[in-house]
Protein backbone atom coordinates (compact mmCIF):
# COMPACT_ATOMS: atom_id res chain seq x y z
CA UNK A 1 0.00 0.00 0.00
CA UNK A 2 1.43 3.39 -0.89
CA UNK A 3 2.52 5.21 2.11
CA UNK A 4 2.71 8.98 3.20
CA UNK A 5 6.17 9.22 0.84
CA UNK A 6 4.54 7.81 -1.83
CA UNK A 7 1.87 9.69 -1.83
CA UNK A 8 3.80 12.56 -1.44
CA UNK A 9 5.84 11.37 -4.36
CA UNK A 10 2.82 11.36 -6.54
CA UNK A 11 1.19 14.80 -5.59
CA UNK A 12 4.43 16.59 -6.26
CA UNK A 13 4.37 15.00 -9.82
CA UNK A 14 0.40 15.27 -10.05
CA UNK A 15 1.40 19.15 -9.34
CA UNK A 16 3.73 19.98 -11.84
CA UNK A 17 1.52 18.22 -14.50
CA UNK A 18 -2.35 18.74 -14.10
CA UNK A 19 -2.79 21.58 -12.15
CA UNK A 20 -5.00 24.15 -13.51
CA UNK A 21 -5.83 21.96 -16.65
CA UNK A 22 -9.44 22.05 -17.48
CA UNK A 23 -11.14 18.53 -17.47
CA UNK A 24 -13.01 17.74 -20.56
CA UNK A 25 -14.83 14.57 -19.44
CA UNK A 26 -14.38 11.61 -16.71
CA UNK A 27 -15.05 8.16 -17.38
CA UNK A 28 -15.68 5.56 -15.16
CA UNK A 29 -15.23 2.06 -15.42
CA UNK A 30 -14.99 -0.03 -12.16
CA UNK A 31 -18.17 2.06 -9.94
CA UNK A 32 -17.05 0.14 -6.89
CA UNK A 33 -13.66 2.68 -6.37
CA UNK A 34 -16.51 5.45 -6.37
CA UNK A 35 -18.04 5.68 -3.01
CA UNK A 36 -19.35 9.01 -3.12
CA UNK A 37 -21.87 10.16 -5.04
CA UNK A 38 -22.96 7.63 -7.94
CA UNK A 39 -19.86 7.39 -10.79
CA UNK A 40 -22.06 8.94 -13.09
CA UNK A 41 -23.07 11.89 -10.98
CA UNK A 42 -19.29 12.28 -10.58
CA UNK A 43 -18.80 12.07 -14.09
CA UNK A 44 -20.98 15.08 -14.52
CA UNK A 45 -19.83 16.64 -11.95
CA UNK A 46 -16.17 17.42 -12.80
CA UNK A 47 -16.93 17.50 -16.49
CA UNK A 48 -15.50 21.39 -17.12
CA UNK A 49 -13.63 21.73 -13.71
CA UNK A 50 -10.30 22.67 -13.42
CA UNK A 51 -8.06 21.13 -11.01
CA UNK A 52 -7.26 24.10 -9.28
CA UNK A 53 -5.36 22.68 -6.05
CA UNK A 54 -3.37 19.12 -4.84
CA UNK A 55 -3.18 17.83 -1.95
CA UNK A 56 -2.13 15.27 0.41
CA UNK A 57 -3.15 14.35 4.09
CA UNK A 58 -1.55 10.97 5.37
CA UNK A 59 -2.48 8.55 2.79
CA UNK A 60 -5.09 10.61 1.25
CA UNK A 61 -4.92 12.87 -2.26
CA UNK A 62 -6.90 16.15 -2.15
CA UNK A 63 -7.98 17.16 -5.53
CA UNK A 64 -9.51 20.96 -5.25
CA UNK A 65 -11.59 22.25 -8.51
CA UNK A 66 -13.60 24.98 -9.13
CA UNK A 67 -16.89 23.90 -6.96
CA UNK A 68 -15.45 20.31 -5.39
CA UNK A 69 -13.43 18.83 -3.20
CA UNK A 70 -12.38 14.92 -4.53
CA UNK A 71 -10.69 12.71 -2.09
CA UNK A 72 -8.53 9.52 -2.99
CA UNK A 73 -7.28 6.77 -1.35
CA UNK A 74 -5.07 4.64 -3.82
CA UNK A 75 -5.74 1.57 -1.63
CA UNK A 76 -3.05 -1.74 -1.73
CA UNK A 77 -2.33 -1.09 -5.92
CA UNK A 78 -3.99 2.13 -6.70
CA UNK A 79 -1.90 4.04 -9.10
CA UNK A 80 -2.34 7.50 -10.93
CA UNK A 81 -0.18 8.62 -13.72
CA UNK A 82 -0.24 10.88 -16.19
CA UNK A 83 -0.56 10.17 -20.08
CA UNK A 84 1.21 12.63 -22.50
CA UNK A 85 -0.09 13.48 -25.73
CA UNK A 86 3.29 13.93 -27.04
CA UNK A 87 4.56 10.84 -25.76
CA UNK A 88 4.34 6.85 -27.14
CA UNK A 89 2.61 4.35 -25.19
CA UNK A 90 4.39 1.16 -24.05
CA UNK A 91 2.70 -1.60 -22.85
CA UNK A 92 5.39 -3.56 -21.85
CA UNK A 93 6.18 -4.83 -18.44
CA UNK A 94 9.58 -4.24 -17.39
CA UNK A 95 11.17 -5.90 -14.32
CA UNK A 96 13.03 -4.32 -12.01
CA UNK A 97 16.15 -6.47 -10.04
CA UNK A 98 14.49 -5.89 -6.66
CA UNK A 99 10.75 -4.56 -6.96
CA UNK A 100 9.67 -7.42 -9.59
CA UNK A 101 6.97 -7.17 -12.04
CA UNK A 102 5.86 -3.11 -12.99
CA UNK A 103 3.74 -1.65 -15.00
CA UNK A 104 5.38 0.14 -18.57
CA UNK A 105 5.94 3.92 -17.57
CA UNK A 106 3.02 5.11 -20.05
CA UNK A 107 0.26 3.16 -20.92
CA UNK A 108 -2.62 2.95 -22.72
CA UNK A 109 -6.16 2.28 -21.37
CA UNK A 110 -6.10 -1.82 -19.81
CA UNK A 111 -8.75 -3.67 -17.82
CA UNK A 112 -7.44 -2.36 -14.78
CA UNK A 113 -7.90 1.41 -15.60
CA UNK A 114 -10.54 2.49 -13.58
CA UNK A 115 -10.75 5.88 -14.23
CA UNK A 116 -9.44 8.56 -16.66
CA UNK A 117 -9.77 11.98 -16.69
CA UNK A 118 -9.49 13.33 -20.15
CA UNK A 119 -8.08 17.33 -20.20
CA UNK A 120 -8.89 19.56 -22.97
CA UNK A 121 -5.68 19.86 -24.00
CA UNK A 122 -5.21 16.57 -25.29
CA UNK A 123 -3.19 14.61 -22.17
CA UNK A 124 -4.88 12.68 -19.73
CA UNK A 125 -4.98 11.16 -16.20
CA UNK A 126 -5.69 7.37 -15.46
CA UNK A 127 -6.53 5.72 -12.58
CA UNK A 128 -4.84 2.08 -12.31
CA UNK A 129 -6.18 -0.46 -9.33
CA UNK A 130 -5.34 -4.28 -10.17
CA UNK A 131 -7.10 -4.88 -6.31
CA UNK A 132 -9.51 -2.20 -6.75
CA UNK A 133 -9.30 -1.35 -2.92
CA UNK A 134 -8.89 2.49 -3.76
CA UNK A 135 -11.53 4.61 -2.64
CA UNK A 136 -13.06 7.82 -4.17
CA UNK A 137 -15.24 10.34 -2.13
CA UNK A 138 -16.61 14.04 -3.93
CA UNK A 139 -17.68 16.12 -1.53
CA UNK A 140 -18.91 20.03 -2.04
CA UNK A 141 -16.44 22.33 0.31
CA UNK A 142 -19.99 22.74 2.58
CA UNK A 143 -19.83 18.73 2.48
CA UNK A 144 -16.46 18.37 3.03
CA UNK A 145 -17.03 18.39 7.36
CA UNK A 146 -18.77 14.73 6.34
CA UNK A 147 -15.43 12.85 5.52
CA UNK A 148 -14.32 11.62 8.57
CA UNK A 149 -11.67 9.07 7.13
CA UNK A 150 -10.04 12.41 6.73
CA UNK A 151 -10.66 14.55 9.77
CA UNK A 152 -9.84 11.28 12.01
CA UNK A 153 -6.09 11.50 11.04
CA UNK A 154 -3.76 12.07 14.01
CA UNK A 155 -0.55 14.11 13.39
CA UNK A 156 0.95 14.62 9.95
CA UNK A 157 4.65 14.14 10.36
CA UNK A 158 5.84 16.75 7.38
CA UNK A 159 3.60 19.41 8.93
CA UNK A 160 4.69 22.17 12.04
CA UNK A 161 2.14 20.68 14.37
CA UNK A 162 4.17 17.51 14.02
CA UNK A 163 5.92 18.06 17.31
CA UNK A 164 7.58 16.34 20.35
CA UNK A 165 4.76 17.54 22.87
CA UNK A 166 1.91 16.66 20.77
CA UNK A 167 3.65 13.18 19.76
CA UNK A 168 3.78 13.00 23.58
CA UNK A 169 -0.06 13.46 24.07
CA UNK A 170 -0.63 10.71 21.16
CA UNK A 171 0.13 7.95 23.60
CA UNK A 172 -2.24 8.92 26.42
CA UNK A 173 -4.88 6.11 26.89
CA UNK A 174 -3.51 3.73 24.53
CA UNK A 175 -3.17 0.14 25.63
CA UNK A 176 -1.25 -2.09 22.54
CA UNK A 177 1.02 -3.07 20.92
CA UNK A 178 3.48 -0.27 19.71
CA UNK A 179 3.56 -1.68 15.79
CA UNK A 180 -0.17 -1.71 16.34
CA UNK A 181 -0.30 1.73 17.73
CA UNK A 182 2.03 2.97 14.22
CA UNK A 183 -0.52 2.06 12.01
CA UNK A 184 -3.38 3.26 13.43
CA UNK A 185 -4.05 6.51 11.40
CA UNK A 186 -5.28 8.00 14.06
CA UNK A 187 -1.88 8.20 15.49
CA UNK A 188 0.33 9.84 13.25
CA UNK A 189 -0.83 9.82 9.46
CA UNK A 190 0.43 8.12 6.87
CA UNK A 191 2.84 5.52 8.52
CA UNK A 192 2.37 1.96 6.99
CA UNK A 193 3.70 -1.91 7.82
CA UNK A 194 6.89 -0.23 5.83
CA UNK A 195 8.00 2.77 7.89
CA UNK A 196 6.71 1.72 10.81
CA UNK A 197 9.43 -1.58 10.49
CA UNK A 198 12.19 1.40 9.78
CA UNK A 199 11.29 3.41 12.15
CA UNK A 200 11.07 1.06 14.94
CA UNK A 201 14.33 -0.26 14.05
CA UNK A 202 16.53 3.15 13.72
CA UNK A 203 14.30 3.52 17.42
CA UNK A 204 15.69 0.28 18.76
CA UNK A 205 12.34 -0.80 19.93
CA UNK A 206 10.09 -4.38 19.46
CA UNK A 207 7.33 -4.37 17.52
CA UNK A 208 6.00 -6.39 20.35
CA UNK A 209 6.50 -3.96 23.06
CA UNK A 210 3.19 -2.53 24.73
CA UNK A 211 2.77 0.93 24.61
CA UNK A 212 2.61 1.65 27.99
CA UNK A 213 5.83 0.10 28.59
CA UNK A 214 8.28 2.77 26.48
CA UNK A 215 9.93 5.23 28.23
CA UNK A 216 9.99 8.48 27.29
CA UNK A 217 13.17 8.48 26.39
CA UNK A 218 12.39 5.47 23.60
CA UNK A 219 9.10 7.82 22.31
CA UNK A 220 11.59 10.74 21.62
CA UNK A 221 14.03 7.94 19.45
CA UNK A 222 10.48 7.34 17.93
CA UNK A 223 9.36 10.85 17.04
CA UNK A 224 12.36 11.31 15.60
CA UNK A 225 12.83 7.72 13.85
CA UNK A 226 9.50 8.23 12.30
CA UNK A 227 10.41 11.62 10.35
CA UNK A 228 13.48 10.43 9.79
CA UNK A 229 12.76 7.30 7.45
CA UNK A 230 9.67 9.18 5.92
CA UNK A 231 11.68 11.72 4.69
CA UNK A 232 14.38 9.50 3.35
CA UNK A 233 11.67 7.45 1.47
CA UNK A 234 10.54 10.86 -0.21
CA UNK A 235 13.96 11.52 -1.33
CA UNK A 236 14.36 8.48 -2.72
CA UNK A 237 10.69 8.46 -4.53
CA UNK A 238 9.32 6.06 -2.45
CA UNK A 239 9.38 2.40 -1.94
CA UNK A 240 8.33 -0.21 -4.94
CA UNK A 241 8.03 -3.77 -4.44
CA UNK A 242 4.84 -4.43 -6.52
CA UNK A 243 2.51 -1.76 -7.91
CA UNK A 244 3.50 1.84 -6.54
CA UNK A 245 4.74 4.12 -9.20
CA UNK A 246 4.87 7.94 -9.30
CA UNK A 247 2.78 10.16 -11.43
CA UNK A 248 5.02 9.43 -14.68
CA UNK A 249 4.80 5.63 -14.10
CA UNK A 250 8.30 5.31 -12.38
CA UNK A 251 9.00 3.17 -9.73
CA UNK A 252 10.66 4.35 -6.61
CA UNK A 253 14.34 3.84 -5.22
CA UNK A 254 13.82 3.75 -1.24
CA UNK A 255 13.05 -0.24 -1.23
CA UNK A 256 17.03 -0.43 -1.44
CA UNK A 257 18.35 1.52 1.46
CA UNK A 258 15.55 -0.16 3.49
CA UNK A 259 17.17 -1.26 7.34
CA UNK A 260 14.37 -4.27 7.99
CA UNK A 261 11.25 -4.25 5.83
CA UNK A 262 11.44 -6.99 3.12
CA UNK A 263 15.00 -7.68 4.27
CA UNK A 264 14.10 -11.75 6.03
CA UNK A 265 17.28 -13.79 6.58
CA UNK A 266 19.65 -11.03 5.40
CA UNK A 267 22.28 -9.34 7.78
CA UNK A 268 21.23 -6.57 9.79
CA UNK A 269 23.16 -3.61 8.18
CA UNK A 270 24.00 -2.55 11.87
CA UNK A 271 25.09 -5.58 13.86
CA UNK A 272 25.34 -8.33 11.00
CA UNK A 273 22.67 -10.82 13.11
CA UNK A 274 19.65 -12.07 10.65
CA UNK A 275 16.86 -9.96 10.09
CA UNK A 276 13.90 -12.05 11.24
CA UNK A 277 9.83 -11.50 10.34
CA UNK A 278 7.11 -12.01 12.95
CA UNK A 279 3.46 -11.50 12.72
CA UNK A 280 1.94 -8.49 14.72
CA UNK A 281 -1.96 -8.25 15.04
CA UNK A 282 -2.46 -10.17 12.01
CA UNK A 283 0.54 -8.25 9.89
CA UNK A 284 3.92 -9.22 9.22
CA UNK A 285 6.69 -6.88 11.14
CA UNK A 286 10.74 -7.20 10.02
CA UNK A 287 13.11 -6.84 12.95
CA UNK A 288 16.42 -7.04 14.08
CA UNK A 289 16.55 -9.16 17.19
CA UNK A 290 19.39 -8.10 18.95
CA UNK A 291 19.30 -4.43 17.72
CA UNK A 292 15.83 -4.67 19.09
CA UNK A 293 15.27 -6.32 22.02
CA UNK A 294 12.40 -7.61 23.93
CA UNK A 295 13.80 -5.71 27.22
Not at 119 to 136: S, V
Request: proline share 3%; net charge positive.
Amino acid sequence: MPELPEVETIRRGLVKRVLNKTIERVEVRCKRIILRPRPVELERALAHQSIKEIGRRGKFLLFETNDYKLLIHLGMTGQLTFWDKTQKDDNDFFVHPLTGLQKARQHAVDKHTHVSFYFTDGNALHYRDIRQFGKWRLYRPDEFEQAKEFWQLGLEPFSPDYTWKKFLMQFDGRKLKIKSLLLDQSFVAGVGNIYADEALFEAGIHPERLVGSLKDEEKRKLFRAISRVLRRGLKYGGTSFQNYLNATGEAGRNQERLKVYGREGEKCRRCKDAIIRIIVSQRSSHLCPKCQSRR
